[in-house]
């Protein structure tokens, strides 16, 4: 498989990554509701409201920077980065739209946060140090 036919691919596993996020963040309220117990205190939703949006906001700041460099063209050839990408971002699709109609815990947004965002960006970061700062492709 040749690394132009991912290009495709990884766009829009990184773009359906971008709109779910967004559909998550406009919708808050009702997932928030969903994670709070039957009986709650102004407090425990400010907590979970304060908490989720952090999430969500750094998700979105994490998709941004992945999305800026692979559409610089920094990371846009590189097979490894790209597989990993479609991969991370695919899997984190999914299971954000699980997150939304299943009315997940509030608590498994960070699982879904953790792999599926900030270990990418991590490596995307990796990539971009080694293309732009040592010269080197990968």
Known sequence: MSVG??????????TAHLVITIVIFW????????????????????EKDTNLVIGLSL?????????LSFLGGVSMFN????????????????SLSFFIFDSWDCDRFWYIFGFCSAFPVFIEIIVMIAVLGLKRGM
């Open 5 to 14: 036919s991912l290009i495709p691919v990884r766009f829009l596993t990184l």
């Open 27 to 46: 919708s808050k309220d009702a997932n928030l509701l969903e994670c709070l117990p039957l009986s709650y205190s102004q407090t425990e939703y400010d």
């Open 79 to 94: 097979a490894s980065a790209s597989m990993f990408s479609i991969a991370a971002h695919g899997i984190g699709t999914i």
């Open 59 to 67: 998700m979105l700041a994490f998709l941004t920077i992945e999305l």
